[in-house]
């Protein structure tokens, strides 16, 4: 997909399959979700990893333990978090389509049902207007771009939020929202007024809203990042 982004001067094109944006010329583009991934999250993962492994070992708990079952178990962890990017994949695309008016009926797996449902319930409280959707962002000044979940007026005041589907608020997510922001704005010259991450519980159908109070350290530590990110992309060509 190619996007035209200011007044048609810059042109980007997006590989769904590899999640990759490049320039006019073919050059790489470093994505806001690149960036911030180069944050440590190994501590918590770790942890969750080894808890998913024995989840699925007690499962197995009748089976004999072999290598190949304990290879299983030591995947498991992939499994499950390949399960939760699609069916919070899913959960986007669907408030997006209701967005754009071009709703769906519901799906049949409960969790996606549940994101919706929570979702629905996040509109009919706060009833926002709406304005773009799923709208590439680009930084001329940083070089990087990516996909923002949406704008909208909400009691009165533009707003960007980030949607989420996971089980907590991490604080990378600010950064996130903070490196959305900055492209945003660059490009627009309009200021957003509410920066929020909401988050829709796939387990319980219901949401919450964390709102970020001082965005501008979120936008200092975000284009922090992005030095390191460079230099570890020049690195891995050494090794």
Avoid: C
Avoid at 78 to 100: M, P, V
Avoid at 138 to 151: C, P, Q, T
Avoid at 191 to 206: A, C, S, T, V
Wanted: glycine fraction near 8%; aromatic fraction near 10%; charge should be positive.
């Amino acid at each position: 997909m190619q996007y035209k982004l200011y007044n048609g001067k810059i042109l980007i094109d997006f590989d769904k399959e590899k999640h990759k944006f490049t320039d006019a010329k073919g050059n790489n583009i470093l994505s806001v979700t690149k960036i911030t991934g180069i944050i440590d999250k190994s501590p918590a993962l770790m942890g969750w990893a080894v808890k998913s492994m024995g989840a699925y070992l007690l499962q197995e708990k009748n089976n004999k333990i072999t290598e190949e079952l304990i290879g299983r178990a030591k995947r498991e962890y992939r499994n499950i978090s390949r399960e939760a990017k699609d069916k919070g994949a899913a959960i986007h695309d669907w408030i997006h389509q209701w967005i754009i008016g071009e709703t769906s009926d519901m799906p049949d797996d409960e969790q996606i049902v549940n994101g919706i449902t929570a979702f629905l319930k996040f509109q009919k409280k706060h009833k926002v207007a709406w304005l773009e959707t799923e709208r590439v962002v680009y930084s001329k000044k940083y070089n990087y771009g990516g996909f923002l979940d949406s704008i909208g007026i909400m009691d009165g005041k533009l707003i960007l939020p980030d949607f989420k589907s996971s089980n907590a608020f991490y604080p990378e997510m600010e950064l996130q929202v903070a490196g959305y922001d900055i492209a945003y704005t660059e490009e627009t010259k309009k200021p957003i007024q509410k920066h929020l991450i909401i988050r829709f519980g796939k387990d319980n159908g219901e949401f919450d809203i964390k709102e970020i109070n001082n965005i501008e350290k979120s936008r200092k530590g975000f284009l922090g990042l992005i030095p390191a990110v460079k230099r570890l992309e020049e690195l891995k060509k050494e090794y």
